[in-house]
């Protein structure tokens, strides 16, 4: 079973609409989450961390479920310029008392189109 | 707004050759790592460095791997033989305590290895 899985997509969706990302996580030793936005051959930019309380940001808004390992990403009134791939991260402590790198998703594919 | 950055953007390199990628983490982080996509896939997870030694590494980062912090901003990886498989983007990221934090990354280095 994959660590951490998500529909990989394409979503096709209008300007203007909402769209919302899902994405479960096996490992129960995971500790912190995050969405990441990726464009085409570029590097990782972090949208924003996930808490247990849900948080917004502007247009986005992040939801986590411990109990059923679930995270989710909303996004209000979608603009082109949110067409990207939206990667799911989880911090997993590995119980080696270092720093634990990230284990991402392979990422949902958003195209918004006009 | 401070950023991460890499050296080179890209770096073609012939089997077998070493190659030292470069990056210098944002000033005030104390977590370095490094991680690789292989074109189409997600980004995984290789070394984490911490108080001038490594923290934490996955099971890709074999002993044909390296990393060192030479001076106080510069943080590089090393491959002492490359492989036609260790043709991918190579991204640092740098996060300011705990992996528990946000890890920013910088733009990558291409690597081809033919």
């Known amino acids: 079973r994959k660590e951490v899985e998500q529909d990989p997509g394409p979503f096709n969706v209008p300007e203007g609409a909402t769209v919302a990302f899902n994405c479960t996580y096996s490992?129960?030793?995971?500790?912190?989450f995050f969405w990441y936005r990726q464009d085409c051959r570029k590097e990782p930019k972090l949208l924003m961390s996930?808490?247990?309380s849900g948080n917004e940001d502007g247009r986005f808004t992040a939801q986590l479920n411990r109990a059923s390992q679930y995270i989710s990403l909303l996004i209000r009134d979608s603009k082109l310029s949110d067409s990207a791939t939206y990667l799911c991260?989880?911090?997993?402590?590995?119980?080696?008392?270092?720093?634990?790198?990230?284990?991402f998703g392979k990422g949902t594919h958003l195209i918004i189109q006009p | 707004e401070p950023e991460v950055t890499q050296t080179p953007s890209h770096q073609v390199t012939q089997m077998g050759q070493e190659v030292i990628l470069r990056c210098v983490p944002i000033s005030n982080h104390l977590y370095f790592y490094w991680y690789r996509q292989i074109l189409g896939q997600k980004v995984e997870f290789l070394v984490s460095?911490?108080?001038?030694?490594?923290?934490?590494k996955s099971e890709i980062f074999d002993d044909q791997f390296s990393v060192e912090r030479p001076d106080g901003s510069n943080f590089t990886l090393k491959i002492r033989s490359t492989k036609l498989e260790d043709s991918a983007m190579y991204f640092c990221?740098?996060?300011?305590?705990?992996?528990?934090?946000?890890?920013?990354f910088g733009p990558g280095t291409r690597l081809t290895v033919t």
């Open positions: 991260v989880v911090n997993i402590d590995r119980g080696g008392g270092g720093a634990d790198g990230l284990t």
């Open positions: 996930v808490y247990s």
């Open positions: 490992n129960s030793a995971s500790q912190s």
């Open positions: 460095f911490y108080n001038n030694e490594i923290s934490e």
């Open positions: 990221a740098s996060s300011e305590g705990t992996s528990r934090d946000e890890q920013y």
